[in-house]
């Protein structure tokens, strides 16, 4: 291995000795290296100089110690490398802070090639991590200009091919429309894929904007299942809509609400064969009922959630072949599709239950799925509910 000149090392240890000595035999060895006796003083002088590579750092010193310097250097993200120095009586600590993300550890006393060998190690992962992410970072930024380029584009595409549908530029017979209305599914299941990407994106970098508001549920609901009355009945599915004769509210992004309701029943109609059946359910649970939920442990509960009375459970079942219960977590990660080959069969990145997933958090809502191997399978989300009354003229949904 090369001696990685020119990174800037710091040397943070509460015995002047240890640490003069150390600032000789590293300058020696051509880096640039610094000297403090304290954690403060470290903390100190990584705020002001960004340019340390890595820090030599005591675990045990008097006031701030190495332990909490690594703790804060990890909480801002740093990518500095940091080897942690261990006195005597304090391995256990040091196995700890590898947790914590320290790079390496070096129990005193130690031999100087030693302490060069794991300098010259951790330097060159540090840099291994750094060009890794860089090339993830290019690859996000390609995939995202590529699909913000690409909507434009289909939607145009998706217009033109409606105008010929409708029958504006001459009569169009049933075979043809079929055929047209297929193109344009194909189309909207891209535009979908990449709403999906980018507001995954935006949400994972705290940019999504939502205009949360009061919004009717069964409103909604019977919105989205009239968009997917006409594919079902094309695949041969029975697609039905179960909801109780209620004005019930919640505090949703509309839009954004109905984008997850047509990534589950896009999900449903993908994975259901023909013959098969698809439910969409909505109930009212109030006070304790709650309770007798089960809600798996995966499912992240938001803060003050049981404290209110009134939820709805939304249910989306179908008769496909379901998903086996050790993949009922990771299914809600981007990019995740457990049959890969079936999904890929299929159509689809992974990334329309990681979007449901952030929006139902961002309506302080809870999302899971249910395993009915061999049956199907069921997504559930719970919702508070803002206020609920019985609907003056609700008329039973006809899809
Ligand atoms: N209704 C369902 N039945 C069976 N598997 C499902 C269902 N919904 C989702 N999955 C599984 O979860 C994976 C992730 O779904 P999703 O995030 O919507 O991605 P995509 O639809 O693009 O594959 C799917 O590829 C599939 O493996
Ligand atoms: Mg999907």
Same mark, same amino acid.
């Given at each position: 291995?090369?001696?990685?000149?020119?990174?800037?090392?710091?040397?943070?240890?509460?015995?002047? !000795?240890?640490?003069?000595?150390?600032?000789?035999?590293?300058?020696?060895?051509?880096? *640039?290296?610094?000297?403090?006796?304290?954690?403060?003083?470290?903390?100190?002088?990584?705020?002001?100089?960004?340019?340390?590579?890595?820090?030599?750092?005591?675990?045990?010193?008097?006031?701030?110690?190495?332990?909490?310097?690594?703790?804060?250097?990890?909480?801002?993200?740093?990518?500095?490398?940091?080897? /942690?120095?261990?006195?005597?009586? @304090?391995?256990?600590?040091?196995?700890?802070? /590898?947790?914590?993300?320290?790079?390496?550890?070096?129990?005193?006393?130690?031999?100087?090639?030693?302490?060069?060998?794991?300098?010259?190690?951790?330097? @060159?992962?540090?840099?291994?991590?750094?060009?890794?992410?860089?090339?993830?970072?290019?690859?996000?930024?390609?995939?995202? /200009?590529?699909?913000?380029?690409?909507?434009?584009?289909?939607?145009?595409?998706?217009?033109?091919?409606?105008?010929?549908?409708?029958?504006?530029?001459? *009569?169009?017979?049933?075979?043809?429309?079929?055929?047209? %209305?297929? #193109?344009?599914?194909?189309?909207?299941?891209?535009?979908?894929?990449?709403?999906?990407?980018?507001?995954?994106?935006?949400?994972?970098?705290?940019?999504?904007?939502?205009?949360?508001?009061?919004?009717?549920?069964?409103?909604?609901?019977?919105?989205? @299942?009239?968009?997917?009355?006409?594919?079902?009945?094309?695949?041969?599915?029975?697609?039905?809509?179960?909801?109780?004769?209620?004005? *019930?509210?919640?505090?949703?992004?509309?839009?954004?609400?109905?984008?997850?309701?047509?990534?589950?029943?896009?999900? !449903?109609?993908?994975?259901?064969? %023909?013959?098969?059946?698809?439910?969409?359910?909505?109930?009212?649970?109030?006070?304790?009922?709650?309770?007798?939920?089960?809600?798996?442990?995966?499912? %992240?509960?938001?803060?003050?959630?049981?404290?209110?009375?009134?939820?709805?459970?939304?249910?989306?079942?179908?008769?496909?072949?379901?998903?086996?219960?050790?993949?009922?977590?990771?299914?809600?990660?981007?990019?995740?599709?457990?049959?890969?080959?079936?999904?890929?069969?299929?159509?689809?990145?992974?990334?329309?239950? #990681?979007?449901?997933?952030?929006?139902?958090?961002?309506? %302080?809502? /809870?999302?899971? #799925?249910?395993?009915?191997?061999?049956?199907?399978?069921?997504?559930?989300?719970?919702?508070?509910?803002?206020?609920? @009354?019985?609907?003056?003229?609700?008329?039973?949904?006809?899809?």
């Amino acid at each position: 291995m090369k001696i990685q000149k020119g990174n800037k090392i710091l040397v943070v240890d509460d015995e002047p !000795a240890i640490g003069k000595t150390l600032k000789e035999f590293l300058d020696l060895q051509g880096y *640039t290296s610094s000297m403090v006796s304290s954690g403060s003083d470290a903390m100190d002088i990584l705020e002001k100089d960004k340019n340390f590579t890595l820090v030599l750092l005591d675990i045990k010193m008097p006031g701030i110690s190495g332990v909490t310097v690594l703790k804060h250097l990890k909480s801002l993200c740093s990518d500095i490398a940091v080897i /942690m120095m261990s006195g005597h009586g @304090s391995e256990a600590l040091a196995v700890e802070c /590898m947790k914590d993300g320290a790079d390496d550890y070096i129990s005193k006393p130690f031999s100087f090639e030693d302490l060069q060998q794991r300098i010259e190690r951790t330097l @060159s992962h540090r840099e291994e991590r750094i060009e890794k992410m860089r090339l993830q970072q290019e690859k996000d930024d390609f995939i995202l /200009m590529l699909s913000h380029d690409m909507k434009n584009p289909l939607t145009a595409v998706i217009g033109s091919i409606d105008i010929i549908r409708e029958g504006c530029l001459g *009569t169009v017979n049933e075979e043809q429309e079929e055929y047209l %209305q297929s #193109a344009i599914d194909s189309c909207n299941e891209v535009v979908l894929m990449i709403d999906n990407l980018l507001d995954i994106k935006k949400f994972e970098a705290g940019k999504m904007q939502m205009n949360i508001r009061p919004c009717n549920i069964n409103e909604l609901i019977s919105k989205v @299942s009239k968009q997917f009355a006409r594919p079902a009945r094309h695949e041969g599915i029975d697609l039905s809509v179960d909801l109780e004769p209620l004005k *019930t509210e919640i505090e949703v992004d509309k839009n954004s609400f109905i984008r997850v309701l047509g990534n589950l029943l896009g999900n !449903a109609l993908k994975f259901t064969p %023909q013959g098969g059946r698809i439910s969409i359910s909505c109930h009212c649970i109030t006070g304790k009922g709650i309770l007798g939920i089960k809600i798996p442990d995966y499912a %992240q509960v938001p803060s003050d959630f049981f404290k209110r009375d009134h939820f709805v459970k939304v249910v989306v079942s179908d008769t496909g072949n379901g998903i086996p219960a050790n993949e009922l977590e990771c299914i809600f990660d981007r990019y995740t599709q457990f049959n890969r080959k079936t999904g890929r069969d299929l159509g689809g990145a992974g990334m329309g239950l #990681a979007y449901c997933k952030l929006a139902i958090e961002r309506f %302080q809502g /809870m999302i899971w #799925a249910e395993c009915k191997t061999g049956q199907g399978s069921e997504f559930v989300i719970l919702l508070p509910v803002i206020k609920s @009354s019985e609907a003056e003229a609700f008329a039973p949904v006809e899809v």
